[in-house]
């Protein structure tokens, strides 16, 4: 499958594009089902959703959930879901049962067990995989994204839907997702800025080098549609 590439001129730009995207998304007749990530460019989307779609988006109509989490506690400055409340749920009125958090000051595997368990509980599934409406997706420095990293890119064909990660340099453990679920997503989109990024994301979307040893060029949405979110910065593709 051929992804879409859209590039903005920066992470304002892709905030405001996205945060458009996100409002068609949700506004439907339907319970829409979105997997959150982590990051700055998240960050960015929930400051200006915030400032700007506060009140003409049905948040009563969405379920958030995370594509990964570190294991540490919603008060954490690390933590993705601390994150979120801070730039975008403490500043609109969405029902607490409709944000499904990873909790990541539990135990790991048995939280990776639990997180699995909530999203067969509430989410459609086919072919007994958990189906997002949208996954939005991150991608490190190093190609990985979630919290598959290139060290354990085994995780990503793992028959399970979450698993326990290990941050290759601080040892820290995180709750991902795996593969079989993101690639089963009706919409998958990666959000990368920074210059940081371009070299990977040069060789993934060329298909350069050894880039299948990054998990990011492993996504490939079985029957959705995958885009890649750029700024300029991250987007010098040759």
Not at 61 to 85: A, I, L
Not at 97 to 116: T, V
Request: hydrophobic share 35%; proline share 5%; net charge negative.
């Amino acid at each position: 499958m051929t992804p879409t590439i859209k590039i903005y001129e920066d992470k304002h730009e892709l905030a405001k594009a996205f945060s458009a995207e996100l409002k068609k998304i949700i506004n439907v007749e339907h319970k829409v089902y979105i997997a959150l990530s982590g990051g700055s460019t998240p960050k960015a989307i929930f400051d200006y959703i915030a400032e700007n779609h506060r009140e003409d988006i049905d948040w009563e109509n969405v379920h958030f959930y995370w594509g990964d989490e570190r294991c540490v506690g919603p008060q954490d400055s690390e933590s993705n879901y601390k994150m979120t409340v801070d730039h975008l749920f403490s500043n609109i009125n969405i029902p607490p049962e409709n944000i499904h958090r990873i909790k990541g000051e539990n135990d790991p595997a048995e939280e990776a067990e639990r997180y699995s368990k909530e999203m067969y509980q509430h989410m459609i599934t086919k072919d007994g995989v958990p189906i997002f409406d949208l996954l939005i997706l991150g991608m490190g420095d190093d190609g990985h994204t979630a919290s598959i990293f290139p060290h354990e890119i085994n995780l990503w064909t793992s028959a399970n839907t979450t698993e326990v990660a290990t941050h290759p340099e601080s040892g820290q453990k995180r709750i991902t997702l795996t593969g079989k679920v993101i690639n089963a997503a009706r919409k998958v989109a990666f959000l990368v800025t920074g210059s940081s990024k371009a070299e990977k994301v040069d060789e993934i979307l060329n298909k350069k080098n050894g880039y299948k040893a990054y998990p990011a060029a492993h996504v490939n949405p079985v029957s959705g549609t995958l885009t890649w979110c750029l700024d300029e910065d991250s987007g010098h593709l040759s």
